[in-house]
């Protein structure tokens, strides 16, 4: 899969995340960063009324996978989920 591709696949597995949690009619969805088979995304809400959530994805299994969507990550989730410093929330 290209890189382009690579990225409208983690776009759309993030938007399938983000309706089955919460009902946001309009919303855009940014890749912050990619680096191997995780990745960072930010989520906006189109009227910015909401405020943005943070999530992290893996890439398996041919896919995306969204691991959790929020605004505040702690640091066991970080370990269980073996997500580098450099892509962490600081």
């Known amino acids: 899969m290209g890189h382009e591709a690579d990225k409208a696949a983690l776009v759309e597995a993030t938007r399938r995340a983000v309706r089955e949690m919460a009902d946001v009619p309009e919303f ?3 890749v912050e960063r990619l680096q191997g088979e995780l990745a ?3 989520v906006r809400d189109a009227a910015g009324e909401l ?3 943070l999530g992290f994805a893996r890439h398996q299994g041919g896919g995306w996978r969204v691991l959790a969507l929020g605004t505040d990550f702690d640091a ?3 370990a269980t ?3 580098p410093e450099d892509l962490q929330l600081r």
Do not use: A
Request: proline residues 7%; charged residues 20%.
């Open 76 to 78: 066991d989730f970080y």
């Open 28 to 30: 855009g969805v940014e």
């Open 40 to 42: 960072r995304v930010l």
């Open 51 to 53: 405020t943005p959530l």
């Open 81 to 83: 989920h073996g997500i």
